[in-house]
């Protein structure tokens, strides 16, 4: 089983700042990576498809890199209605699996 | 317009079969290509991967849950069943349906809360 670790598991943030998420896989893994945004009391919601896919309808602030293991999504200029927890999911192979999520708190 | 949604008790005793169903629209699961897959997800925990199952009958399991569940899928009602076996009270959680897009989630349903309690 591929074991997905995401760092931090929280960040406390200002409005308009940068804000950097990795996900680290236990093995090589391509880019058969992809990232979600759960608000609190929200169904997760896909941002970011094969490591730096743009989804459509999500803001362009958001966006992915990385392949092999290391892989960050980035989000520039942070807006309040950020506030979530985002989780990252790997296809590479079966069982998918889930990061442990990162909690980002507006200031 | 892709909806799903989740049916089923909010409660279940320890023990006892779980069986949620998810209800879909915007989408047939005779479609090349095309999945629905289950996540749970404990309060306030991450996200957990179940099963899913592709249009071609192929289905998936997590092997650490393989023994308790079953996923089944009604091509003509549009529905998806979920069912686990043997509950217990770590079961208790949200579970999600989502609509599978070859290998990732791009769609949803609210989710439904499932407590394991005597």
């Known amino acids: 089983e591929i074991v997905l670790t995401q760092s931090p598991d929280f960040q406390s943030v200002t409005p308009e700042e940068k804000v950097t998420i990795t996900c680290r896989a236990s093995?090589?893994?391509?880019?058969?990576l992809h990232w979600y945004q759960q608000k609190p009391g929200q169904s997760p919601k896909l941002l970011i498809k094969y490591a730096s896919q743009s989804i459509s309808g999500v803001p362009s602030r958001f966006s992915g890199s990385g392949s092999g293991t290391d892989f960050t999504l980035t989000i520039n200029s942070l807006d309040a209605e950020d506030a979530a927890t985002y989780y990252c999911?790997?296809?590479?192979?079966?069982?998918?699996?889930f990061g442990g999520g990162t909690k980002v708190e507006i200031k | 317009q892709i909806t799903l949604k989740e049916s089923g008790p909010t409660l279940v005793k320890p023990t006892e079969t779980l069986t949620v169903t998810c209800s879909f629209s915007g989408f047939s699961l005779s479609t090349g290509g095309v999945g629905v897959g289950w996540i749970r997800q404990p309060p306030g925990k991450a996200l957990e991967w179940l099963t899913l199952?592709?249009?071609?009958?192929?289905?998936r399991y997590s092997p650490s849950l393989k023994t308790r569940l079953t996923i089944t899928k009604d091509t003509s009602k549009n529905q998806v069943v979920l069912t686990m076996t043997n509950m217990d009270p770590v079961d208790t959680g949200t579970y999600y349906c989502a609509h599978v897009s070859g290998y990732y989630f791009d769609y949803w349903g609210q989710g439904t809360l499932v407590t394991v309690s005597s």
């Open positions: 999911h790997q296809s590479d192979s079966f069982p998918f699996t």
């Open positions: 199952i592709y249009w071609n009958d192929d289905k």
């Open positions: 093995q090589i893994i391509g880019s058969s």
